[in-house]
């Protein structure tokens, strides 16, 4: 089993930053891949980044040079720093996590291949 639980959302004016933090307990937090998603209101929970147990990552097009997500093994804790936040921006942001490797390749951005999930945190950039 592996608990998830993000945090650092908040509102922000439009080209602000924030970080947000995942702690991680349960099972080996350096053995598996770790994902950030998204979530509009009315709108499917989208892929935004993904970071490997080796440090290898993926980005989706709409937050590349602005996001970057990372891991630090030692806390049992990933981060996604966000950078020249926009309107389009706001959403649930939720963690996940990948413990059988299913995110590999070229499904690393689809929800179905992370089996752990965070409750969220919300980010709000007003346009």
């Known amino acids: 089993q592996v608990q998830l639980v993000e945090s650092g959302g908040g509102l922000v004016q439009a080209g602000a930053s924030l970080r947000l933090s995942c702690a991680a307990s349960?099972?080996?937090?350096?053995?598996?891949?770790t994902g950030w998603f998204r979530q509009a209101p009315g709108k499917a929970r989208e892929f935004v980044a993904r970071?490997?147990?080796?440090?290898?990552?993926y980005y989706a097009n709409s937050v590349k040079g602005r996001f970057t997500i990372s891991r630090d093994n030692t806390k049992n804790t990933a981060y996604l720093q966000m950078t020249s936040l926009k309107p389009e921006d706001t959403a649930v942001y939720y963690c996940?996590?990948?413990?059988?490797?299913?995110?590999?390749?070229?499904?690393?951005?689809?929800?179905?291949?992370?089996?752990?999930w965070g409750q969220g945190t919300q980010v709000t950039v007003p346009s």
């Open positions: 349960g099972r080996a937090f350096s053995l598996y891949y």
């Open positions: 996940a996590a990948d413990t059988n490797g299913r995110s590999r390749g070229s499904t690393y951005d689809a929800p179905s291949s992370y089996d752990y």
């Open positions: 970071i490997s147990a080796g440090g290898i990552v």
